[in-house]
């Protein structure tokens, strides 16, 4: 019998269990016989180099500090995650580095799968990946997730797509073909199982449960956006969430769906209300999720929602190809208020050829719906690869990108612009309104990182 070890990377704050490796743990046991085990190398590191923040919001009791303490916490942390990506970059071992190494091979795993979610967790799963290839020869490294480079793909011994492209290797057999009599025997019919964690470990007050509810974003129009790459649009069954959340035997849940329409939330609805938990989500505020619709979400459980507003301009929202405008994004965020759901509204400054008075329109449009707005998380925009508006540059004023070779990431892209704020000048900006802003916030504004945590205050 194979052992096969699925490890979630370093860095970011262990704020709920990682959603992948949990769902391809669940379909694994579900498809195979061999022994399979998972390790979330994630939260083993911020209890090694954190222990007193992890006791702090596990325990917390007097929220009064928790935005001095968190700002301290992210300060902190952005230093010592800098700090360790520059010792990879100069070929030294990070922190914990031997610790991390020891968890994985106690386990004496004959195939380590690392699933990479973000771009930051290239760092440690380089150091690591190289050195388990080089010492250790009888383990074979996989890796897979949307955040894997090319650097990190010429030192595994195996760079797979999806679950079924691991099932296949780790059974040496070829079932991915539908013509294949034994691709009809696969078994999707199962529960995420979250049981293989220890939930009172991660970072919050109350375990939080990520959940998908369908393979990617359904709209798959915004500019901005490369999540949904070129995967097909599939909702999951909701028998089968929902037998996720009642094994659980837990009450709060993040649904992590980049979009979900309304026709799909109506019926999760309808599921999640006799089971008396609590959700969140994110979404789009489109016209269609009007107060009726909104009051029946709030009264399924629904309680806190990440708005993808962007932008208070029509003309910029319709650059970014969002479908929305800014007066039924007024009208769907007052309802959302009005039925008692947390608003936390995501903002994006200085899309390209967005001028200082689109910037200051936004800006606007915050104060002027402060009523209803929760919180506030505003950042800047940054160029990605397979977006739109980088596979057509002139189409949204951009007349040169510019891509820096990295060490361990992939390069980093800059660019110039024929009109409009620069990033730099969109940067200055959002910092010259940074008390305006906070202003708005109802919450802790250093929630914006940790959506868990504000979620976690709602009932």
Known sequence: MKKILLVYLPFCTPASPPYSITHLYSFLKNNCSEHIEVLDLNLEFHKLKFPEYQTYYKNIKNWSNYDKTTHEYIKLTSTVYSDNNKKVVKGEKPEFFNELIKKITDKEPDIVAFSIVYSSQAFYGYSIIKELTSSNKQIINIIGGPAINEKL??????????????????????????????????????????????????????????????????????????????????????????????????????????????????????????????????????????????????????????????????????????????????????????????????????????????????????????????????????????????????????????EEERTILDPKISYELREGLTQDEACKLRNRYKKTIEHINKYPKTMSFFREHMFCLIE
Request: overall charge neutral.
């Open 153 to 402: 793909m010429k030192i595994a011994d195996k760079v797979l797509n999806n679950e079924i492209d691991l099932l296949d290797y780790i059974l040496g057999k070829k079932i991915t073909e539908e013509q294949n009599p034994e691709h009809d025997k696969l078994n999707f019919n199962f529960s995420i199982d979250f049981s293989i964690y220890n939930l009172t470990e991660y970072f919050t007050i109350k375990p939080v449960i990520p959940i998908k509810t369908s393979s990617t974003c359904y709209y798959k129009k915004c500019a901005f956006c490369s999540h949904f790459n070129k995967t097909p649009y599939h909702e999951f069954s909701l028998d089968l969430i929902k037998k996720t959340i009642i094994n659980s035997t837990q009450r709060y849940f993040f649904l992590i769906d980049d979009m979900i329409p309304t026709k799909r939330l109506l019926e999760i609805a309808e599921v999640f209300k006799p089971l008396n938990i609590y959700w969140t989500c994110q979404l789009k505020p489109t016209k269609d999720l009007n107060y009726e619709i909104l009051k029946k979400l709030k009264e399924s459980g629904l309680r806190l929602v990440m708005w993808g507003v962007e932008s208070g301009n029509d003309r910029i929202l319709k650059l970014m190809r969002k479908g929305t405008n800014k007066k039924e994004i007024k009208q769907v965020l007052q309802d959302s208020h009005d039925v008692g759901i947390k608003n936390n509204v995501y903002i994006l400054l200085g899309f390209p050829t967005e001028t200082k008075d689109e910037f200051l329109e936004t800006i606007e449009f915050l104060k002027k719906n402060e009523r209803n707005i929760d919180l506030v998380s505003a950042s800047v925009f940054g160029l990605q690869k397979n977006t739109e508006i980088y596979n057509h540059p002139d189409m949204f004023g951009i007349t040169n990108i510019i």
